[in-house]
């Protein structure tokens, strides 16, 4: 093992609920109202997204079709060709694709042309808009259901494994941590290199306060889909510094692991998107996410289940007590979580330079809370 570099789940893929845009020179996160599943990939227009992104807003769909009396609100304005809600045949994942790329570009379609239709579709699945004068094209997401719930399992029976969250300061110009604290102790640069001293919080540490440092966490899952090509110790990962979500998804796992007798890894669960509004919010939506037994699964039901499958997965030799033994031992390697590289893109996404007036330099996981006096907060 390398001495200092931290040993963190394998990473697949990125879950967000905004994106970073640029506005006067500067970029900026802007907040949104669903998830986007992306790869780890980024291009100029944005990061590139993840098939699971497709298959999600595919299946959405497919159960709003089946349904009858569905609102169109809840699809996020369909196409044309969705008007009636009436139930059609099963269709495959690259037809529905196509389908929809017609509808969203018509003047380029045209009756049979398939094949241009799935390329047209597959090039609307590889990218995320993010133009640099901050507003995407008329018909980005015309065509597009909200993603709001996503179906998961986490890898540990240990919350504290599956969500790594600190107060965190970042120096904004070169990316790099100054201190990580957990409310008692923190590891703080200085001078003389990594020094541990006690952590007040940043409400009442001095150098919490004039340089801007928060709570942040990191929640890796995996998509628990029958198309999600992952292996099964690969993850996706949540960041955020929204106190919001960092408490409610605590707060869940304590709860899910206590009721299922330590079974946690082995509950069928859903990442799910919440709302509420607040006095100190201007009565407008805080967006932040939640965690729960996956829908329409009682509690009973899934423990049975979990139990279940812990019981089949240490009958072939899946030793869970070890995994978690081993994920202990690499966190406990390194100094600090992100390398360089990610450190830049957290600076820039969860860490903007002000707050601009309209709103825009919010916290893209949740909309930020007015702070003592100046800026906003997070929700």
């Known amino acids: 093992m390398i001495k200092g570099l931290m040993m963190t789940p394998p990473v697949v893929g990125r879950i967000s609920i905004g994106k970073v845009i640029e506005r006067n020179g500067k970029r900026l996160p802007q907040k949104d109202d669903e998830f986007t599943i992306t790869t780890q990939v980024q291009i100029r227009r944005g990061w590139v997204l993840h098939p ?13 079709l089946m349904t009858t009396g569905v609102e169109v609100t809840e699809l996020h304005a369909l196409p044309p060709e969705f008007d009636g809600a009436t139930q059609q045949p099963k269709q495959t994942l690259q037809d ?6 017609r509808a969203a570009n018509p003047s380029q379609a045209t009756k049979g042309d398939s094949e241009q239709g799935t390329n047209s579709a597959q090039k609307t699945m590889t990218e995320v808009v993010s133009p640099t004068d901050g507003k995407a094209p008329a ?3 015309s065509a597009k259901p909200k993603l709001r719930s996503i179906p998961i399992r986490v890898l540990f029976n240990d919350p504290a494994l599956n969500l790594r969250a600190n107060y965190t300061l970042f120096d904004r110009a070169t ?3 100054l201190c990580v ?6 590891k703080r640069m200085t001078g003389k290199g990594v020094e541990a001293h006690p952590c007040e919080g940043p409400d009442l540490c001095a150098l919490a306060i004039e340089g801007g440092c928060k709570p942040f966490g990191r929640f890796h899952m995996r998509i628990d889909h029958p198309d999600n090509q992952a292996d099964a110790l690969s993850t996706f990962v949540l960041r955020t510094t929204g106190i919001n979500s960092l408490r409610t998804l605590m707060t869940r ?7 299922s007798g330590g079974l946690l890894a082995y509950l069928p669960l859903e990442l799910r998107l919440r709302a509420k509004s607040t006095a100190m919010s201007h009565r407008t939506p805080i967006y932040y996410v939640d965690l ?4 329409g699964m009682p509690l009973d039901a899934a423990i049975s289940q979990a139990a279940q499958a812990a019981e089949y997965a240490q009958k072939f030799g899946h030793n869970q007590e070890a995994l978690e033994q081993a994920a202990r031992e690499g966190y406990a390697l390194g100094l600090f979580e992100e390398l360089e590289q990610e450190a830049t893109e957290i600076v820039q996404e969860f860490y903007p330079q002000a707050a601009e007036p309209t709103g825009q330099g919010m916290h893209m996981q949740e909309m930020h809370q007015p702070e003592r006096g100046r800026g906003k907060q997070h929700g």
């Open 52 to 64: 699971m992104d497709g298959i999600l807003r595919a299946e959405i769909t497919d159960r709003a």
């Open 96 to 101: 529905k694709l196509a389908r929809r790329a």
């Open 139 to 141: 018909n980005a997401h």
């Open 175 to 177: 990316a790099r941590p």
């Open 181 to 186: 604290g957990d409310g008692q102790t923190c």
């Open 253 to 259: 796992m304590q709860y899910l692991q206590a009721a």
């Open 292 to 295: 729960g037994i996956r829908n």
